[in-house]
């Protein structure tokens, strides 16, 4: 007689998911301004577009210098298409414009993929890198397709509407967004789950090994590269309905290396790291951008000091202090992250005060010497703006290194308690 086994129901997985589903929407219902369904918007793009580079970087251990170049391509074949749909020459509905780029993408990573893939490591860093610089020049070269400097435009209200859908309203186009970005967030986990994906590890980890095994690193590499291909283009084809316009930004080393950094920032060691490093990268274009002019300089710090202190990303900070928290001793350790928290913040006040009263002297010196920073007004002519801000920031770093401390050897005693703790489970 024979038996099946099933396995047990993974309640969890399911409350997660449903949780991401709510999430998804009702955020644009408590976010209602226009600002905030554009930035909800892009959200969802850029979260396709971070996991589908993260399955190279992240569980291919490919450091890829190019992945704009089919997010980008993508949005060109994408928005092309959706003019055949204005001119009536494509049959098809807006909503699936996106599936075009998505194609695209995956054509282009199967033609440029092959050559890609024979090599791993920097040479396939570098050969990703020369890429990306030949596209990009193409596409200031062939202004038929790529349309030059000005671009090529659209527009997605187009075809017949259905149920009063035209994707005319922000809002309209946000739920599209979602729906591909849940869809697309499933199925990349789902590919985390299958033989190519774990086999997928396992080149990361040890290509020799696999080798050894039977299996063909470069084939591996190739498939899931072709697989990240088609949802970064799925993830251009929504830029292009977003936008309505496709520029050759879209294909430059400045796109495909926003990719590398906040997919790092994230957690690309993490499923969900890269999707806190795709609502970061929102954050940072759209709203920092807006408050100074010195944000590439912050971002850059921001980068340096993550790859010293934590390699792992923001993913895995949340991750260490929910397994500090799981056993109990987060209470042990908040004052010191208060601590942390107020000490950091000095020592940006003072360091932004004097980026700031750097940057106002050499691009805004006409409109005066005074400036505005956090509520304080500055001179950045003044030896007394520059000496205080100096002395916040050395004051500030000399209260952290004393908190900084005094946390490592909190966090030292609670990771042995914790080690305690399991060996006498075990034990039990």
């Given at each position: 007689?024979?038996?099946?086994?099933?396995?047990?129901?993974?309640?969890?997985?399911?409350?997660?998911?449903?949780?991401?589903?709510?999430?998804?929407?009702?955020?644009?219902?408590?976010?209602?301004?226009?600002?905030?369904?554009?930035?909800?918007?892009?959200?969802?793009?850029?979260i396709?577009?971070?996991?589908?580079?993260?399955?190279?970087l992240?569980?291919?251990?490919?450091?890829?210098?190019?992945?704009?170049?089919?997010?980008?391509?993508?949005?060109?074949?994408?928005?092309?298409?959706?003019?055949?749909?204005?001119?009536?020459?494509?049959?098809?509905?807006?909503?699936?414009?996106?599936?075009?780029?998505?194609?695209?993408?995956?054509?282009?990573?199967i033609?440029?993929?092959?050559?890609?893939?024979?090599?791993?490591?920097?040479?396939?860093?570098?050969?990703?890198?020369?890429?990306?610089?030949l596209?990009?020049?193409?596409?200031?070269?062939?202004?038929?397709?790529?349309?030059?400097?000005?671009?090529?435009?659209?527009?997605r209200?187009a075809?017949?509407?259905?149920?009063?859908?035209?994707?005319?309203?922000?809002?309209?186009?946000?739920?599209?967004?979602?729906?591909?970005?849940?869809?697309?967030?499933?199925?990349m986990?789902?590919?985390?789950?299958?033989?190519?994906?774990?086999?997928?590890?396992?080149?990361?980890?040890?290509?020799?090994?696999?080798?050894?095994?039977?299996?063909?690193t470069?084939?591996?590499?190739?498939?899931?590269?072709?697989?990240?291909?088609?949802?970064?283009?799925?993830?251009?084809?929504?830029?292009?309905l977003?936008?309505?316009?496709?520029?050759?930004?879209?294909?430059?080393?400045?796109?495909?290396?926003?990719?590398?950094?906040?997919?790092?920032?994230?957690?690309?060691?993490?499923?969900?790291g890269?999707?806190?490093?795709?609502?970061?990268?929102?954050?940072?274009?759209?709203?920092?951008?807006?408050?100074?002019?010195a944000?590439?300089?912050?971002?850059?710090l921001?980068?340096?000091?993550?790859?010293?202190?934590?390699?792992g990303?923001?993913?895995?900070?949340?991750?260490m202090?929910?397994?500090?928290?799981?056993?109990?001793?987060?209470r042990?350790?908040?004052?010191?992250?208060?601590?942390?928290?107020?000490?950091?913040?000095?020592?940006?006040?003072?360091?932004?005060?004097?980026?700031?009263?750097?940057?106002?002297?050499?691009?805004?010196?006409?409109?005066?010497?005074?400036?505005?920073?956090?509520?304080?007004?500055?001179?950045a002519?003044?030896?007394?703006?520059?000496?205080?801000?100096?002395?916040?920031?050395?004051?500030?770093?000399?209260?952290?290194?004393?908190?900084?401390?005094?946390?490592?050897?909190?966090?030292?005693?609670?990771?042995?308690?914790?080690?305690n703790?399991?060996?006498?489970?075990?034990?039990?």
């Amino acid at each position: 007689m024979t038996y099946y086994k099933f396995k047990p129901y993974n309640v969890a997985r399911v409350v997660i998911w449903s949780l991401f589903a709510i999430l998804l929407l009702v955020v644009p219902l408590v976010f209602t301004s226009q600002l905030s369904a554009t930035m909800l918007a892009q959200m969802g793009i850029a979260i396709i577009a971070c996991l589908s580079y993260n399955m190279l970087l992240g569980q291919g251990g490919m450091l890829s210098f190019g992945h704009a170049v089919y997010t980008g391509l993508g949005s060109y074949m994408a928005i092309h298409a959706l003019n055949m749909v204005t001119a009536g020459a494509l049959h098809i509905p807006v909503s699936l414009v996106p599936l075009v780029g998505g194609l695209a993408g995956m054509g282009f990573a199967i033609l440029l993929g092959y050559v890609t893939t024979r090599k791993s490591g920097t040479p396939f860093a570098m050969i990703t890198m020369g890429i990306a610089e030949l596209v990009f020049a193409m596409s200031l070269m062939f202004s038929e397709f790529f349309g030059g400097e000005a671009g090529v435009s659209g527009n997605r209200v187009a075809g017949d509407s259905f149920w009063g859908i035209t994707y005319g309203p922000q809002i309209q186009i946000y739920y599209l967004i979602s729906i591909y970005t849940f869809i697309c967030v499933a199925l990349m986990y789902a590919f985390t789950q299958t033989p190519l994906g774990r086999i997928l590890n396992a080149v990361r980890d040890n290509p020799e090994r696999v080798e050894f095994i039977g299996y063909n690193t470069q084939r591996v590499r190739y498939f899931s590269f072709i697989i990240a291909g088609f949802f970064a283009g799925i993830a251009g084809g929504l830029s292009a309905l977003n936008f309505e316009i496709v520029t050759a930004e879209v294909v430059g080393a400045g796109r495909s290396g926003a990719y590398l950094l906040f997919t790092f920032l994230g957690g690309a060691t993490f499923f969900f790291g890269p999707i806190l490093g795709a609502i970061l990268m929102v954050i940072a274009f759209v709203l920092l951008s807006e408050f100074t002019k010195a944000w590439l300089l912050y971002l850059g710090l921001l980068f340096l000091f993550m790859v010293m202190y934590a390699p792992g990303g923001f993913a895995s900070l949340l991750m260490m202090n929910l397994r500090v928290a799981a056993f109990g001793k987060l209470r042990q350790i908040w004052v010191s992250y208060l601590g942390l928290i107020a000490t950091a913040m000095l020592i940006l006040m003072g360091a932004g005060a004097m980026i700031e009263m750097v940057y106002h002297l050499q691009l805004n010196d006409s409109l005066g010497d005074t400036l505005k920073f956090i509520g304080v007004t500055l001179d950045a002519k003044s030896i007394d703006s520059w000496v205080g801000s100096l002395l916040l920031m050395v004051t500030g770093l000399g209260l952290f290194e004393v908190m900084r401390r005094h946390y490592v050897h909190e966090w030292g005693e609670i990771q042995t308690g914790i080690e305690n703790e399991i060996k006498r489970r075990e034990a039990a």
